[in-house]
Nanobody, 121 residues
């Protein structure tokens, strides 16, 4: 299987910045989609940003222009740079991967454990 390990969450003041990282390890042939989702208690998980191996990038409207997703394919790692953070960005952020297993080329979806991001003064 594949493990996704996130880092970079924490407490930040409004207007501040944070950078989340997600590192994938395991029997990986390729990662087709790398993404970030977030969830607050009582609400459904929502997509924040996604990037594909083909170069397509998606941002949710509330974060477009403030967040940037990037990837380092050689390291199977991707990042979410979050600038000008707002209190409404407070959530548990989880990374996501749609990946192909090397041994048999089967496709899987895997989620990270989540990291808390709190934006508060």
């Amino acid at each position: 299987q594949v493990q996704l390990v996130e880092s970079g969450g924490g407490l930040v003041q409004p207007g501040g910045s944070l950078r989340l990282s997600c590192a994938a390890s395991g029997n990986i042939f390729s990662i087709n989609v790398m993404g970030w989702y977030r969830q607050v208690p009582g609400k459904e998980r929502e997509a924040v940003a996604r990037t594909t191996s083909g170069g397509y990038t998606y941002y949710a409207d509330p974060v477009n222009g403030r967040f940037t997703i990037s990837r380092d394919n050689a390291k199977n790692t991707w990042y979410l740079q979050m600038n000008n953070l707002k209190p409404e960005d407070t959530a548990v952020y989880s990374c996501y991967a749609q990946w192909i297993r090397a041994i048999d080329k089967t496709q899987y979806d895997t989620w990270g454990q989540g990291t808390q991001v709190t934006v508060s003064s």
